[in-house]
């Protein structure tokens, strides 16, 4: 098992910077393939972004892709993401999820490949 916890949440205006973090304790870091998520008020859980067990393949959500960059740093079993020319619409609520298992590989995109969760944190971009 591994519990996740996020941070760096907060406000912002549009067109600012912002880099969440995910700590993670338990089993061995390297074991997970990592990833943020996000839920807007009213809306159902996105993906936003994933980063495999040694950083060298990396995901984006169309959405996101040229604006936010997941990094990982296994020595400090943390994974960022850094969020530059944040918009209104992506205020949201920030998961970040851990997967272990094969399944991953064919379903990155989908929170049932993620079975570890954080609690989130919150990013509200202001116009």
């Known amino acids: 098992q591994v519990q996740l916890v996020e941070s760096g949440g907060g406000l912002v205006q549009a067109g600012g910077s912002l880099r969440l973090s995910c700590a993670a304790s338990?089993?061995?870091?390297?074991?997970?393939?990592m990833a943020w998520f996000r839920q807007a008020p009213g809306k159902e859980r996105e993906f936003v972004a994933t980063?495999?067990?040694?950083?060298?393949?990396?995901y984006y959500a169309d959405s996101v892709k040229g604006r936010f960059t997941i990094s990982r740093a296994n020595a400090k079993n943390t994974v960022y993401l850094q969020m530059n020319s944040l918009k209104p619409e992506d205020t949201a609520v920030y998961y970040c999820?851990?997967?272990?298992?094969?399944?991953?590989?064919?379903?990155?995109?989908?929170?049932?490949?993620?079975?570890?969760w954080g609690q989130g944190t919150q990013v509200t971009v202001s116009s």
């Open positions: 980063i495999n067990w040694n950083g060298a393949n990396t």
């Open positions: 999820a851990a997967a272990g298992g094969s399944y991953y590989y064919t379903h990155w995109n989908a929170e049932t490949a993620y079975p570890y």
């Open positions: 338990g089993r061995t870091f390297t074991s997970y393939a």
